[in-house]
């Protein structure tokens, strides 16, 4: 993340020289070029890559995990560091967040496929490496945890919560240690909040606007999203131009907005100009995302909820520092379904938990009225619903998930191919059912009784199987036994893995590898005993 911001900010500063996000500070063709030039990178940079390469961002992330077994490719997460990064340097209406998710996500994913784990281990590492990211970026540890819970993976597990936890703390210190405290704008401590009708009133009104503004923002980006068959040239020309309108004539709407909600709360800003600088940024950041410029949503939503708040503050004449803390909250929980991260992200951003009671008021209802009365679910569910996918798994194939072969792994004994009486007569006291030995590269598997049953034949006088070299005799299993074919695979990420490969092959048994050099037998109608059994 600090690479990241290194990466965005540095450049930023340079041509700006001042706030990062002070594109307004620039002469009318700095901000025009910048933005132009911004898309038409992005759109040479697509027209080179292959389509594999495409795919970023949160709603690519969530179809890795419920798709892939969360095997996110190290080619996208560069793609989505680079492209994200030249569309903020650029101006461009979106957010660094979303960006910021995917590479935490790729970094996780990268780590549990070197180390090897099972499938619920590589949730858990992409989970960490999405609440690392989330926290490194606003410095909110356990916004972090919630987010990768509730706008992830869709719900609570308990499981997590201490990984995801200790990752979210730490990469909260790095960021602190090396970026410093992000105070990106200053709000100052709430003072006490009294409950009274005007109050009631007021955050009545707030949360009208808010879905009024999460409906334009949906509304907006869901028409676009039937012209991703379209050339990049087309789409990032059309976001081209509406940027450079934008910079033209409300250069405040340019970036992802922070400096402008801070120069609000600190009364620098221009009254009459706020609530179009509301509407041209909900509705240029929907375009803009809308049209596949690979940039974030949850910071320019986050803004465009703080001067919503900010607006009905000054209608009401009410604290405005207060009401953009309950908008930013409500436009995130509205927009992304995300409840208890929205409350919590205000909480720690602003140090103060006086605005507690009117924030959970404004979330729940604005929640409330995307679900029942406008059928809303988050946005990123609703990208994936278009494309046709699921945003979550079923419980079914979560059990299965979470769940390694071992379970269902009946331990082997493995033997060579002749292997001498003495090993053979060993078996007797074995407790494993099966044998295993391995015969030109080809694995063959017989019950332990029948190679003891084999052995007894020695009574009726020398056998073809018998094998006397150097004084050793052996018996040759391959000559002695009539043993079944085995296939050999590479041990499952985890059942639903297994199941896959039953129903792919049609075969109802297979060899995987258990701890150490040790193998197991993994049958149908093992795992089946083992489902029903849990149920």
Known sequence: MALFYAVVYLPTRSFIGTDFDAFESLPVE?????????????????????????????????????????????????????????????????GKEGPAVHLGATIGSYLAQKAKLPQYGVETLLACGIAGAISAVFQTPLAGVLFAFEVIFLEYRQRYVLPLLLSSVTATLISHYLLGPLDIFSIEAVSSVLLSLDLFYACSALIVFIVFLSVLFLHTQKPLWQFGVLSVWWRFALVAFATSLAAVYLPEALGSGFLPLSHLLSGDLVVKSLLLLILVKTVLTAFTIGLGIPGGMIGPAFIIGGLAGAQIALVFEADVTLFALLGMAAMMAACFQAPLTALVAVVEMAHSSQAIVPALFVIVLACLLMRVFFH?????????????????????????????????????????????????????????????????????????????????????????????????????????????????????????AMLAWFQATGLSEALVPLSGASLGLVSRHRLDQFLLKSD
């Not at 594999?52 to 077994?69: A, Q, S, T």
């Not at 490719?73 to 903020?88: C, H, R, S, Y």
Request: hydrophobic share 45%; with cysteine; charged share 20%.
């Open 376 to 496: 809303q679910e988050s946005v990123f569910v609703e990208r994936l619903t278009y494309m046709g996918m699921a945003s979550s798994v079923s419980p079914f194939q979560r059990f299965l998930r979470h769940h390694t072969i071992k379970p269902v792994a009946d331990p082997v004994q493995t033997l060579s191919v002749c292997t001498s009486l003495e090993r053979v007569k060993d078996l007797a006291s074995s407790m494993l059912d099966y044998v295993a030995y391995k015969n030109e590269g080809t694995w063959f598997l017989a019950r332990r009784l029948v190679v003891l049953e084999a052995l007894k034949t020695l009574d009726l006088g020398p056998q073809p199987w018998l094998v006397i070299d150097d004084e050793k005799v052996s018996m040759d299993l391959f000559k002695a036994l009539d043993s079944s074919v085995i296939p050999s695979i590479e041990e499952p990420l985890s059942l639903e």
């Open 30 to 94: 700095w901000r025009v070029g910048l933005s132009v030039s911004a898309c038409l990178v992005l759109a040479l940079i697509f027209t080179l890559l292959p389509n594999r390469l495409h795919k970023v961002g949160v709603p690519y992330v969530v179809e890795r995990l419920n798709y892939h077994n969360g095997n996110l490719p190290i080619g996208n997460g560069v793609v989505q560091f680079f492209t994200a990064a030249i569309g903020l340097v650029g101006g461009l209406s979106i």
